[in-house]
C-alpha cells in the first residue's frame, strides 16, 4: 500500500514537469543540475559516512568544517559557536548573509549522526 502510494505521489508531482516544455532558462538549469549530480552524491556520501556521532565532537566539527567551507564558497559569514563546556555538545555552525533586498531563509540542520566513535560503520547505499 505504501510503496502504491509513493508510486502514486511521485506520478502526480512528476506528469506536470514532464507533460509541459521547458524555457531555455530552464533547461540551462537543468543541464548544470545534471552536471552537478555526481558531486552532490559524493558531497553527501563525504558527510553521511563520516563517524560524527553526537558525543564525538571532533567528528562533529569536522562536519561544521565541511558544511562552513561550502556555505563561504556562495558568500555566507560562518560561525562556530562552542559548546563543549556549557552543554557537553560540540556546537552549532552559524551561517548568515546581511544582504537587505530578497526574502529571509532559515535552515535548521544537524551535523552530528548515530555514529559513535566505536560504531561500525554502515555506509551511504
Not at 502514486?8 to 514537469?17: D, E, G, Q, S, W
Not at 564558497?73 to 530578497?102: C, M, P, Q
Request: aromatic content about 10%; proline content about 2%.
Amino acid at each position: 500500500m505504501r510503496n502504491t502510494f509513493l508510486t502514486l505521489l511521485f506520478a502526480i508531482i512528476i506528469h506536470p514537469v514532464f507533460s509541459q516544455s521547458l524555457s531555455k532558462k530552464e533547461e540551462t538549469i537543468l543541464k548544470e543540475v545534471e552536471k552537478l549530480d555526481q558531486e552532490s552524491i559524493s558531497f553527501l556520501e563525504r558527510v553521511i559516512n563520516s563517524i560524527c556521532g553526537t558525543l564525538n565532537f571532533e567528528g562533529v566539527l569536522e562536519n561544521s568544517e565541511i558544511f562552513g567551507e561550502v556555505f563561504r564558497e556562495i558568500g555566507f559569514d560562518t560561525n562556530w559557536y562552542d559548546l563543549r563546556e556549557s552543554v557537553n555538545r560540540a556546537g552549532h555552525l552559524f551561517e548568515e548573509r546581511k544582504e537587505k533586498k530578497g526574502k529571509r531563509l532559515l535552515l535548521i540542520g544537524h551535523l552530528d549522526t548515530i555514529f559513535d566513535r566505536d560504531s561500525p560503520l554502515k555506509p551511504l547505499t
